[in-house]
């Protein structure tokens, strides 16, 4: 007996009209596809989904922010064989932001540092001040960095040198 999500799951396949003799359902055509086509069908559907409405933004602590997605991250850095450094400055940042976006930007930024180097990465996250309105938070890494040819191509949605690897992320667009 199908529970009550398979029965969800089957009323929301479509049902296609002369596709098939009396219209049968057709199993999951966008993953079946999906399949077939290297995951390029995912991306836009991610795409599609994307929040595009602002998110709410308080004053919070850019430094707790920073320390929290390191620890975050710690474990899977450790992993890959790397470490992680924080650097943040003793004293409170306070800046004007959505806590939840910060964090999940410096959490695949970080992730990705690990993932620069083969081995042992090492990775250390930063905050600076700069004068009495403008903070920083800064990721680096010992990685191989990002190739010249592309750089200009970094900030494009779902783009990775990593598609071979089975990268599906959005990639850096969402961190700009």
């Known amino acids: 007996m199908p529970s009550p999500f398979e029965k969800r799951e089957k009323s929301r396949r479509p049902r296609v009209a002369g596709a098939t003799t009396g219209g049968h359902v057709i199993g999951r055509p966008l993953e079946d596809l999906n399949s077939s086509s290297g995951g390029r069908i995912q991306q836009w559907e991610m795409a599609a989904t994307a929040r595009v409405e602002p998110t709410a933004k308080w004053v919070e602590d850019l430094n707790d922010i920073v320390r929290c997605a390191a620890e975050l991250t710690r474990a899977y850095v450790v992993e890959r064989a790397g470490s992680l450094e924080i650097d943040t400055l003793l004293e409170r940042l306070p800046a004007r932001v959505s ?49 010249e040819k592309d750089r200009d191509r970094v900030f494009d949605p779902f783009f990775t040198t990593r598609l071979d690897l089975g990268a599906r992320a959005p990639g850096c667009r969402w961190c700009r």
Request: aromatic residues 0%; charged residues 25%; proline residues 0%.
């Open 99 to 147: 806590r939840i976006d910060v964090e999940q930007v410096l959490v695949n930024v970080i992730r990705n540092a690990a993932e620069s180097r083969v081995g042992r990465a090492q990775v250390v996250v930063s905050t600076r001040r700069h004068g009495d309105s403008e903070t920083s938070t800064e990721v680096s890494a010992d990685g191989t960095g990002i190739a």
